[in-house]
């Protein structure tokens, strides 16, 4: 009963799909896994690398699906699906992990996109059935969640700190944090109505590409004084090693280019999703759509981008298979676009650029070593303080949801899965756990042993 | 010398590992996929262990376009034996690729068994 209020106070937490919304994801399932099966793409970074053999004839439609499917169930299961139901919201693991695998494992190119579409429709009236559910429970979990958003935007805004400590060092990280915690708190004093994390964000991502840039610039000069001074002999030997590399590459991107147009509808297709506030792209951002703030998720999401683009592109380039999302650009521009005719326009001309620009984007990489670096220790870095901000945000839903028993009943399920060598992925085991100790509590609360902690 | 080579998201943390295990003529260096993948081919090193949160994207990335899927294996997010990986280093692989959050256990088994196929 009084979680009901709460649930109708919240307002915005009303996530059913409307009919519209539930024929784009519908049928932008079946456009991904048609891709999918042409080998033009695949969401599952994993996967990618595979697709080369599959692509030249060196292996099967079904060995290649027992790769995809291999790498991806682990995903679907333990972080797609979990994060879903406690948000209300969809993702990517959930929508484009399952129409990688249909995609690739359709024998035929007609059945692709039925596949994909029947997957579509599988979640979208899964979801909807699942979100009304949830919200008519004395308990109501979903809304208990909405405690993840503090914790996630506040923690999220320390990554590049993070970054710029394992890349570079204790000093520099020691420096960047002071200058991330002085803006946040100037932020806080001078513009109460921006997210006090917005500048030191941009300021700490700032700072880790100015240390990788400046380190490969001053590498490259010093590679030169040597080439000059070892006479030519070393000069002549670079281009060559590079070779082998080159041609893959090129080859990849001529493939890519060829298919312009249908990655132009892809790219619409994944910005009108993010455009319909029914979708988080990343590991944390479900839980702040859920919540109704777009501008923080497309904070999060933007700045997710800079740890992929070097991962996407490599394994593009060396694949001949592109990513579902893109460089995932596409996400935090739907969230914050005003209407789906703009999503789509911008989602096709955002692809239109990515994919064009792919040969170019490895060259460039492939000359600035920090800057790959970089990205790495950021998605690290990302890993690291979303981990902590999504297990401190579950146990502060444990203890809305259900006080001293949530917690125990929470933390008790997060360490029995780290115990059990991680069955459910860590960034999705506390969420999963709040779900379960949610349902737990709705049945103790039917059987009288468990009174709702507070009435909103 | 055993020479092997790290990369991908938990490339300082696997190094670190392979380190304190004191393995007898192993030397683990930091490294990336592309780096490495130059490597391998030139025969500058011997063996590369990949880390991402799938176990074969970042991890692996390159190095299958470069080096063929004869000479890599992912273990996806599983924990391989020390026989599992003796009998593919047997096969020729030289590159293997395995999950991030299991880099505690993964790490020291697939160090082991090449240390002791080295020695």
Known sequence: MSGNLVAAAAGSTDLSLSLPQQLTVIALCALTAFISHLALAVFNDGVRPFMLDFIQGRTTRSATTAVSFGLSAGFIFGLGAPMALSTGVLNPWLVFLPTDILGILSPKKWLAPILGAAWGAVIVFGLNGANSFAHDLPVDFLTAMQQMSTPILFLFTLFPVLAITKQFGKVRGAIAGAVELVLVVATMKLWPNVFAGAIAMAVGVLMLIAFAVSKDLRQRKLERAERIANGDGAAEATPDDDDPMASLFSASATRLRKHLPLFMLLGAGVCLLAQMHVFGGGEATSFLIAKGDYSGAAQVDFYRVFGFIPLIATTALASGAYGIAGFTLVYPIGYLLPNPWLALICGAAVFAVEVSALSWIGRVLGGLPSVRDSSEHLRGAISDSLQLAILFGSLMAANAMGGGLGILVVGGLYLVNEAMGRVVVRMAAAPAAVIVGGILLNVLYWLDLFTPVKGG | ?119
């Open chain 2, 1 to 119: 010398m055993t020479k092997i080579l790290t990369g991908g998201v938990g490339k300082a943390q696997v190094a670190e590992t392979v380190q304190k295990l004191a393995l007898d003529g192993v030397d683990v260096v930091v490294s990336s996929d592309m780096d490495a993948a130059m490597k391998l081919r030139a025969g500058q090193a011997d063996y590369y262990l990949g880390t991402c949160h799938t176990g074969a994207g970042a991890s692996l990335g390159v190095l299958l376009g470069l080096l063929g899927s004869g000479a890599c294996h992912t273990f996806g997010r599983s924990v391989p034996t020390e026989d599992e990986v003796t009998a593919l280093i047997g096969d020729g692989k030289k590159v293997f690729g395995f999950g991030m959050d299991q880099i505690d256990a993964a790490a020291p088994v697939i160090a082991r068994a090449i240390a002791a196929h080295g020695a």
